[in-house]
Nanobody
């Protein structure tokens, strides 16, 4: 199965916005659960947001309503709209596709290579 491919990211000022996209091939011919994690230097990888095949979403507490994960069409394509960015959002953001229709554990999924997000103060 193909590896998810991320796009977007880059540099933004605090309070600004960025949009990440991820496309992945289908596993088991279904629309798979997908999500975003992030990892800042010296930190462990942490969950940002997930979305099930039916569109049920889940967010980390630190998102505080600033990010929105959404799915596009009947495909494994998701975006992460990030608004009101903070310098502490600086990290490499990774897309994950699970083989199931609901999110699983990090080890269950297939990971993208990541995209850098840098927020300046």
């Amino acid at each position: 199965q193909g590896q998810p491919v991320e796009s977007g990211g880059g540099l933004a000022q605090a309070g600004g916005s960025l949009r990440l996209s991820c496309t992945a091939s289908s596993f088991n011919f279904v629309i798979n659960a997908m999500g975003w994690y992030r990892q800042a230097p010296g930190n462990q990888r942490e969950l940002v947001a997930t979305i099930s095949s039916r569109g049920k979403t889940n967010y980390a507490d630190f998102v505080e309503g600033r990010f929105t994960i959404s799915r596009h069409g009947a495909q494994n394509t998701v975006t992460l709209q990030m608004d009101s960015l903070k310098p502490e959002d600086t990290a490499v953001y990774f897309c994950i596709r699970w083989p199931s229709v609901v999110p699983g554990t990090p080890s269950d999924g297939s990971w993208g290579k990541g995209t850098q997000v840098t927020v300046s103060s």
